[in-house]
């Protein structure tokens, strides 16, 4: 079960609210381990989630942790230290750099509109007379409804990708949550230039394994009318009619654990060479080029960092 704030609760995954008595779960534990076992036309994946929901609250005293926070999960998607918490490890997130190498120049707050909006419908769910609370306490957003987990774990991820991207060096630039139209509520997590290069890259994190499937990217977790790629690729073609630049690559970040190869490449359609990448390898296919044709001039991108320079909103 992944520890992303998006995976699907153990109480989700066995279909039982989360105040059900002990009595209730196992119930729903061995109908589901009849339902999703291989045998009886379950999957091998959905057979492991219902067993691995149990581990975490099956036993009482592993509940209570579960509940309280104490145990694997969404608190240690941040590494989180003992005594620390959502909020202290958060405030670090964008810690000094000084003594490290010259660094990739990076404009925008990335992650800024997630984390604004999850902060509002968490402190909307948890009600009035509740401004006191950390809305990252683990065991808060653990009981928080899933759309609102998502958007803390989209906020991760986008500041996850920003932080490995800036190690690239001083010969790229990045611009984070950058609008692409005023009229419009899309926008690009990042836009990346260096010498192989303009990208337009999405981070996301759905919870769970995803895959490519005839030029899209699906999973468990990823609604069936989504169409990640194209919505990016749309954004990008917009933004880049009004700022008079055309995109080398497009490319979707993805946690390591979610993606069984390094990185699945779109083969066919207006798409073709688009790439869906884990996080660890990004930085590395921006050094080498994501179906680039050839390495940017220098007085190039120094063309296209001004018109971006220019161009660029964020949201």
């Known amino acids: 079960m992944s520890d992303s704030p998006a995976a699907p609760s153990p109480y989700e995954v066995l279909g039982v609210r989360r105040d059900a008595s002990h009595d209730e779960l196992r119930r729903a534990y061995r109908r589901l381990l009849r339902e999703t076992h291989p045998d009886t036309g379950g999957t091998a994946a959905a057979f492991q989630a219902v067993q691995q929901a149990w581990e975490l609250v099956g036993d009482p005293e592993d509940r209570a942790r579960y509940d309280r926070g104490e145990s694997a999960g969404v608190d240690d998607v941040l590494g989180e230290s003992a005594g620390g918490g959502f909020s202290a490890t958060f405030h670090a997130t964008h810690g000094s750099s000084r003594g490290a ?33 950390d809305p990252y306490d683990p065991a808060l957003v653990r009981s928080a409804p899933r759309e609102i987990r998502q958007l803390l774990a989209v906020a991760l991820a ?84 009004q700022a008079g630049v055309r995109f080398t690559g497009y490319i979707i970040v993805v946690p390591d654990a979610d993606l069984d190869v390094p990185f699945d490449v779109v083969r066919r359609g207006r798409l073709t060479g688009s790439m869906l990448v884990r996080r660890s390898l990004l930085p590395r296919v921006l050094r080498d080029g994501a179906n680039a044709a050839g390495r940017e001039s220098v007085d190039r991108a120094f063309e296209l960092r001004t018109r971006l320079q220019e161009a660029v909103r964020f949201v």
């Open 101 to 133: 190498t010259v660094r990739a120049r990076s404009y925008g707050h990335p992650g800024g509109r997630s984390r604004e909006r999850f902060l509002g419908l968490m402190r909307e769910w948890m009600g009035r007379g509740t401004d006191d609370r």
């Open 158 to 241: 986008e500041e996850a990708t920003a932080r490995a991207v800036t190690g690239l060096g001083i010969g790229f630039t990045i611009w984070n949550d950058v609008a692409v139209h005023p009229s419009t509520d899309a926008k690009i997590d990042h836009i990346v230039l260096g010498p192989a290069g303009l990208f337009a890259i999405r981070s996301a994190d759905w919870g769970g394994p995803v895959k490519l499937a005839k030029g899209e990217v699906v999973g468990a977790s990823i609604d069936p009318d989504e169409e990640p790629f194209h919505d990016l690729y749309h954004a990008a073609k917009s933004f880049g009619r």
